[in-house]
């Protein structure tokens, strides 16, 4: 797959676009990639969430794991291993979910405030870039 740009003009534009990266994620050399999303809030980071969960056939609902740093999806295939970071205080709490066996599990990570983790992080599979842009958003995906 290639990198590639576009607009999103509303949610439904951004869960269409989650589908289009969950296609990417079934792909067998990124089945257990890491996905780092950047974008201020109410960029639609979480919504992107959604649409690649629903694509993989999660049907329960999303909700961003703000307030327990991970909210891991068993239940679709490949597993899905959310991250939110907004509230992480120091990159050392990571620890504590043991990020670093997660970051090696045979699961897709999806990681919203991924600059919080700092070095914990190796360089993504995929770096998606969401950015306000009028009444909807700009998504920039980089596929490495």
């Known amino acids: 797959m290639e990198d590639f740009s576009d607009y999103l003009a509303d949610e439904n534009a951004t869960l269409a676009c989650g589908r ?9 050399d990124h089945r257990r990639a890491l996905v780092c999303l950047h974008g ?3 960029a639609g980071k979480t919504t992107l969430v959604r649409g690649i969960l629903r694509a993989f056939g999660h049907v329960a609902a999303v909700k961003s794991p703000t307030y327990t740093l991970l909210e891991p999806y068993e239940d679709v295939n490949p597993p899905v291993y959310h991250f939110d970071l907004y509230r992480l205080g ?7 979910i043991g990020f670093e066996e997660l970051l090696d599990a045979d699961a ?4 919203e405030w991924p600059e919080r983790g700092g070095a914990r992080l190796p360089q ?3 770096d998606v870039r969401l950015s306000l842009e009028g009444e909807g958003r700009r998504i920039d995906v980089i596929v490495r």
């Open 20 to 28: 289009r990266l969950a296609e990417i994620l079934r792909q067998p």
């Open 40 to 42: 201020q809030l109410g």
């Open 90 to 96: 120091d990159s050392e709490e990571l620890d504590f």
């Open 108 to 111: 897709v990570k999806l990681v």
């Open 124 to 126: 993504p599979d995929l």
